[in-house]
């Protein structure tokens, strides 16, 4: 990555601590990825993009901003990429999956954060990524307390709009949803200088509408018990879907799911037949939080299927294209957002329904049900889902864990255990 070194100088990024981070990112990745067997040769986009993660893109993105278009860092899947897109913005994912940016983030927050949060401010505090120094603006929500109050101390650094994202799935709060988008979208097109219109907007939301469709192609392919890809490779391909540019991202997707579907009809698999399949559900797992599924991965199972925000919650359900009006469209866009089932919401039952219908099309024996630490939202519904999943006669093991490796040999034993028992 040293190509890159006088854009990130240029950046204002810290050099040393960065050097750092570059030397154990590749090693983490050759451990975690190159190491697996019998992978699709669709993963090398991927593979390339990781070895570069903080150079290329980034670079793509400079060379956006010099041609004029803004870019807009976010944090939850709630915030419609549409918006953005259809003022000819650009959107990056900002959250953090890594320990090293956390020691940055406890410096200003109380160490009883949940990782994410920590690791997302540590990354801008610290001048380690150059995503979040190149971001224009920040646009947050209000989905949990921690990032609220995150937010007020990122906002002193970086201009920021906060999207009020409502905690009940009423009729009237998916009109106030509608109502938060159309004043985002006045934001952004105040800061991008930029009009929305009815047509911009329409064709953003194809745009986005086909990036899901291409993530949904190749997640539909995990459903074949021949399994043709790994779950951490899916991980890694949705991760990245959160900062590549959307219409390459479903390309690339396309390609991947072109050839999985060869695969499924070749019997062709990335485990021996009879490796028990599990669901991962909770809190999302920021790139380069690849810990859990390698866990899995390498105890004799396989992730089929991510029931969090990288994983379905991304990329199910479409927003309804070609409609007339603005007002129609904050609507669609509203309806569309608010069946993304987030732990902030109550109640939050259609999140169990979903698991179950995930459970039998995706043809599980077990769910693990991971948790952050110190995320009160994920760990209190655990009681709940887990609960429901028994009933059920579903295995599920619930886990609470963080970014660092303390409790990875733990870890290893009791999802060890989990799976034998399956
Ligand atoms: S829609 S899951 S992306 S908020 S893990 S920071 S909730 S304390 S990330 Fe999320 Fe949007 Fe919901 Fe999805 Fe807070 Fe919990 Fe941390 Fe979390």
Known sequence: MADYEKMWEELGMNMELHDQLCQVLPVAFGDVYLSQENRPEGMGFWDFVVSGIHGIRPAELIEAQKNGQKVFGTFCVYVPDEVVIAAKGIVTGLCGGSQFWVPGGEKVLPKSTCPLIKASVGARLDKTCPFFRIADMYVGETTCDGKKKAWEILGEDVPMHIMDVPQMKREKDIVKWAGEIEEFKKVVEDFTGNEINVENLNEAIKIVNNKRRALGRVFNCRKALKSPISGKDALLMMQIAFFD??????????????????????????????????????????IPNWKLHHIIETSGAIVVCEEMCTGTRYFENIVEEDLPTLEAQYMALARRYMKTNCACF?????????????????????????????????????????????????PVLGIETDYTDADAEQLKTRIGAFIEML
């Open 346 to 394: 109550t109640p939050n039952t259609a999140r169990f329904d979903d698991i179950l219908r995930m459970v039998d099309e995706y043809k599980v024996d077990g769910v693990i049900d991971v948790s952050l630490k110190f995320c009160n939202l994920y760990d209190t519904e655990g009681f709940l889902l887990e609960r429901t999943l028994k009933e059920k006669g579903i």
């Open 245 to 286: 540019d959307p219409v390459r991202c479903a390309e690339m997707c396309n390609k991947l799911a072109d050839e999985l579907e060869k695969r499924i009809e070749d019997g062709v698999s990335v485990c021996p037949e009879g490796t028990k399949r599990i669901l991962v559900t909770g809190t999302p797992l920021a």
